[in-house]
């Protein structure tokens, strides 16, 4: 079984800043690409960054310039700082991975439950 676990999101001032954080623990053999999506209520989720397993990057253009991903293939962990946030960037941030499991086996797509942040004008 594999999980992935958020955490670091909450409320803030616009202007301010926040780190989430993904973790990735269970069976894992090797981890693609990891990413961070967003999500408010009534829209579908969009992509926010994602990062390949050699440190390549990119970003939705709302947020590019004030989120940087970054990413410990050694801790199997995937973080997303988060500066000059504006109510805009209110949302329910989910973790994505592309894992495989075991040598032999193929990739597949596992979320987090999702870590709320709110930003207030």
Known sequence: QVQL?????????AGGSLRLSCAA??????????AWYRQTPGKQRELVSAIG??????YASSVKGRFT????NAKNTV???MNSLK???TAVYYCNADIKRRVGSYFADYWGQGTQVTVSS
Not at 25 to 34: D, E, Q, R, Y
């Open 5 to 13: 676990v958020e955490s670091g999101g909450g409320l803030v001032q």
């Open 25 to 34: 623990s269970g069976t894992i053999f090797s981890i693609n690409a990891m």
């Open 69 to 72: 991903i970054s990413r410990d």
């Open 79 to 81: 973080y997303l700082q």
């Open 87 to 89: 109510p805009e960037d």
């Open 53 to 58: 397993r050699g440190g390549g990057t990119n």
